[in-house]
C-alpha cells in the first residue's frame, strides 16, 4: 500500500494497531486501488480494462474487481499455507464498494 488516502492511512493504523497490541503478524492488508494498478502495470487484458474505465472516468467493473480480490486472497492463503502460517484475516481497503461486491464478499 502506498499509503496515500485517509483509507490508506485507516488500513495502515489497523494493521500496526493489530501488530502490537495482539501480535497478529500475518494479518494481510488488501488494497483494490493497487491491485488494479498493479494490472494496468503488468499490460494484462484486465489491465487493459481497467486503463480503459478509468480514461473514461467510469467505474471498473464489478466482475474484474471480485475477480482481483478472489484471486489476491486465495494466492495469499496459498502462501500461507505453504509456509505453514496460520492465516489472522485481511483488511479490505477499497472493497466492496456495490451491493453485487458485498454479496461476492459473503
Not at 487484458?45 to 480480490?69: C, F, S, W
Not at 466492496?96 to 464478499?105: F, N, S, V
Request: with cysteine; net charge negative; charged share 30%.
Amino acid at each position: 500500500m502506498k499509503g496515500g488516502t485517509d483509507d490508506d492511512n485507516i488500513c495502515l493504523m489497523l494493521e500496526q494497531h493489530l501488530k502490537e497490541l495482539h501480535g497478529q503478524d500475518n494479518t494481510n492488508v488488501i488494497s483494490v486501488g493497487d491491485l488494479l494498478s498493479k494490472e494496468i502495470t503488468k499490460r494484462s487484458t484486465i489491465g487493459q480494462k481497467i486503463n480503459e474505465a478509468r480514461k473514461n472516468y467510469g467505474y471498473i467493473p464489478d466482475d474484474i474487481v471480485i475477480e482481483l480480490v478472489q484471486k489476491h486472497i486465495e494466492e495469499s492463503e496459498k502462501d500461507q499455507d505453504d509456509s505453514g502460517q496460520s492465516n489472522s484475516g485481511w483488511i479490505l481497503e477499497g472493497f466492496p464498494r456495490t451491493r453485487l461486491q458485498a454479496i461476492a464478499l459473503q
